[in-house]
C-alpha cells in the first residue's frame, strides 16, 4: 500500500468513528510509523509502506478509533513550542495553559534571577516553559504522582533544563520552605459530575486526579490558597489557570488568604483562564 492509500484509508476510518481532525490525525500517526516528517507525508504519497509499517500503522489507527489521543499513542505533545514526553500518569499539556506562561512571564524582568514552584507539576510543561525563556531562573515543581515526576524529571533532562528544575512528589505545599517569587499552577478544576461527560479523549484517557476538582471543582484552590498564601516572597506573584465561569470563586478564595487580584487573562477561546495574585497591599 502507498502512502496516500494508507493515509485515505484512516482518515475514513477515523472519520467514521467519530474522530474530529480525522484527516490530520491519520497524517501523524502514518508519519510515525513510516518514519517520515508530517509534511513528507503529503509530499510522497507514492511511497510504499513496508508490510511491519502497514501493520504498525492499522493497530495505532484502531487505537484512536477507541478515542485514544494521538498524543498518548505517541508519547509526545508539543507546549510552548517545547517538545514534551506524556504518560498515562500525567495531562497533556493544553494550548490554553500557554497563557499561564505568558501571564508569569509578563510579570518579571528576566533579571534578577527568580525562584518558581509548580503546584501540580504534570509533565513539567508550565515551570520547563518559563524556565526556558528565562535563563537565570530556577524552580521546583511538585506533583501528587510519583509516575508524573519521573516525566517531568525526564522532561527537564531532555530540554537541558534538569541543572535548574527539581521536580519531587508531594501534597500541594507539605514540607516546602519558601519564599518563591512566582508560584504557578494549573491544578485540577473540573467538578466530579462533569468528568464523566467530558470528551471521551479526556473522560477515558486523562489520569483523575488531573482533573476532578470536588463537588464544585474548587477543592484544590481552597488548599492552594493558604499554601500560596505562605510560600510567596513579599513582591511575588501566584498565576493560576482555571475553569470557564470560576475566575470570580476563585479570586474570592484567594482573598480570603490574604492574595489580591492583580490581572486576568484569556485564552484564546477568549474565556477567563488565569488569575494573576500577589499579597494584599503589597
Ligand atoms: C490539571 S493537571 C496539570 C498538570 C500540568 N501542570 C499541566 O498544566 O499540564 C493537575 C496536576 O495536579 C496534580 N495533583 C492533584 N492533586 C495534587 C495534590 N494534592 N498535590 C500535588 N499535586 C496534585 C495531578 O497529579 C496533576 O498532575
Request: glycine share 10%; aromatic share 4%; charged share 25%.
Amino acid at each position: 500500500m502507498t502512502v496516500g492509500e494508507a493515509l485515505e484509508l484512516a482518515t475514513r476510518r477515523l472519520a467514521e468513528a467519530g474522530v474530529e481532525a480525522a484527516r490530520l490525525d491519520a497524517r501523524l500517526l502514518l508519519a510515525s510509523v513510516a518514519g517520515m516528517s508530517a509534511t513528507a507525508v503529503l509530499r510522497d504519497p507514492e511511497r510504499v509502506l513496508s508490510i511491519d509499517a502497514e501493520a504498525a500503522f492499522g493497530r495505532l489507527v484502531e487505537r484512536r478509533c477507541r478515542r485514544e489521543p494521538v498524543s498518548r499513542i505517541l508519547g509526545r505533545r508539543e507546549f510552548w513550542s517545547l517538545d514534551f514526553a506524556v504518560s498515562l500518569a500525567t495531562l497533556d499539556p493544553r494550548p490554553d495553559s500557554e497563557t499561564v506562561v505568558e501571564a508569569a512571564l509578563a510579570r518579571f524582568a528576566p533579571e534578577p534571577p527568580r525562584r518558581v514552584l509548580d503546584l501540580g507539576s504534570g509533565s513539567g510543561c508550565l515551570l520547563l516553559a518559563v524556565l526556558s525563556e528565562r535563563p537565570g531562573w530556577t524552580g521546583l515543581g511538585i506533583d501528587i504522582a510519583p509516575d508524573a515526576v519521573a516525566v517531568a524529571r525526564a522532561n527537564a533532562r531532555t530540554l537541558g533544563l534538569d541543572a535548574r528544575a527539581r521536580f519531587q512528589a508531594g501534597d500541594w505545599d507539605q514540607g516546602l520552605v519558601g519564599p518563591f517569587d512566582l508560584i504557578l499552577s494549573n491544578p485540577p478544576y473540573i467538578p466530579s459530575r462533569e468528568v464523566a461527560g467530558l470528551a471521551p479523549e479526556v473522560s477515558l484517557f486523562e489520569p483523575r486526579r488531573a482533573l476532578d476538582g470536588g463537588s464544585d471543582g474548587l477543592d484544590a484552590y481552597r488548599a492552594l490558597a493558604p499554601a500560596a498564601a505562605r510560600l510567596l516572597a513579599p513582591r511575588g506573584c501566584a498565576v493560576l489557570e482555571l475553569g470557564g465561569g470560576q475566575i470570580g470563586a476563585v479570586a474570592a478564595l484567594m482573598a480570603t488568604a490574604g492574595l489580591a487580584e492583580i490581572e486576568r487573562r484569556r485564552d484564546l477561546a477568549g474565556i477567563e483562564r488565569c488569575l494573576v495574585l500577589g499579597r494584599s497591599g503589597s
